[in-house]
């Protein structure tokens, strides 16, 4: 049985953890990047420049690679997705990580050497092109007519196309690991 570690986007979503989001996972730990960036006061705009103009990310990448995940499947949705994929650059041991929504992934040019999984709305602008797609992530998948933050809805809606998605990755996980 894995873990699952689940970290937030620069808003603090989601707050709590939402046990269907996985079925299979034995422990849960939900990390909120305000924490790990070292600024546990900051939400929103702020909290993105401090991550991205200042030393935030560092900050949090340092955070979850000491947090460790040997045994985990890591979800960060937006810039927790950008901090998880950071830190498993930087040595951090997860299974597999599932971003969703981290744009800023489109600054990366080469895969992990874990099983990855990204997803975007369609409509997100900062979203990464279809060639970014089929080179990094070894799985991908762009959900129509949708913005960047559709996750927050569909992450905790019960017959979600996205939950579905992160419910057969995670099986898939299991498989190998």
Not at 33 to 61: I, T
Not at 69 to 88: M, P
Not at 129 to 148: F, M
Request: with cysteine; hydrophobic share 40%; charged share 25%.
């Amino acid at each position: 049985m894995q873990d699952l570690l689940v970290v937030s986007d620069i808003h603090g979503f989601p707050e709590t953890f939402d046990e269907r989001l996985d079925g299979r996972c034995s422990k849960h730990r939900l990390l909120q990047l305000a924490e790990l960036s070292g600024r546990p006061g900051l939400r929103g705009d702020e909290l993105h420049d401090h991550l991205f103009n200042e030393d935030g990310m560092r900050h949090a990448v340092r955070a979850l690679r000491e947090v460790g995940g040997h045994r985990c499947l890591g979800i960060g949705f937006s810039a927790g997705g950008t901090a998880l994929w950071n830190a498993v650059k930087e040595g951090m041991e997860l299974q597999a990580l599932i971003c969703v929504s981290s744009t800023r992934l489109r600054f990366e040019s080469s895969p992990l050497n874990i099983p990855t999984m990204v997803v975007w709305g369609e409509l997100d602008p900062y979203r990464p092109p279809e060639s970014w797609n089929h080179a990094v992530p070894q799985r991908w998948k762009t959900y129509a007519g949708k913005q960047h933050d559709f996750y927050r809805i569909e992450a905790l809606a019960s017959e979600s196309p996205l939950r579905a998605d992160i419910a057969v990755f995670i099986e898939d996980s299991f498989l190998f690991a």
